[in-house]
Nanobody
C-alpha cells in the first residue's frame, strides 16, 4: 500500500500561486497513476488532475485548465500540482490519490472511477482570499 503525504498548502491571494506536493512511500511512484482531487466546504469531492504512471496521459478539470499543471518526479517519488492564477473558488481541501497502473491499465479519470484510487493522502487546505 502506498502512503501519500501532501504539503505546500496555505493561504494565498487571488492571482497568486502555490505548488502542492504529494510524497509517496511504500512503493515506486512510477508504477502508479496519480490524481489530485479537491473538496470545498459543502461540496462533493471532485477531480482536479491526473497522470498515468508513465506521464504519457494527463487530464485536467475544465475549471483548472491552463492554470494548473501536474508533474511527477519519480526520482523523488513525489507528484506536484503547480497552481497559478488562483481564484477564490479554488479554495478547498486538496487530496492526492493513487492506484497501481496494473489494476486499471491506462486509467486516468477525474469524473468517473474515483473509487478506483485505492491510496489517499490525508489532504491539505488551500485558501484563496484577499
Amino acid at each position: 500500500q502506498l502512503q501519500l503525504v501532501e504539503s505546500g498548502g496555505g493561504l494565498v491571494q487571488p492571482g497568486g500561486s502555490l505548488r502542492l506536493s504529494c510524497a509517496a512511500s511504500g512503493g515506486t511512484l512510477d508504477d502508479y497513476t496519480i490524481a489530485w482531487f479537491r473538496q470545498a466546504p459543502g461540496k462533493e469531492r471532485g477531480g482536479v488532475s491526473c497522470s498515468t504512471h508513465s506521464g504519457g496521459r494527463l487530464e485536467y478539470a475544465d475549471s483548472v485548465k491552463g492554470r494548473f499543471t501536474i508533474s511527477r518526479s519519480d526520482v523523488k517519488d513525489t507528484v506536484y500540482l503547480q497552481m497559478n492564477s488562483l481564484k477564490p473558488e479554488d479554495t478547498a481541501d486538496y487530496y492526492c490519490a493513487a492506484v497501481h497502473w496494473m489494476s486499471y491499465p491506462g486509467f486516468c479519470s477525474l469524473a468517473d472511477g474515483q473509487e478506483r484510487y485505492r491510496d489517499w493522502g490525508q489532504g491539505i487546505q488551500v485558501t484563496v482570499s484577499s
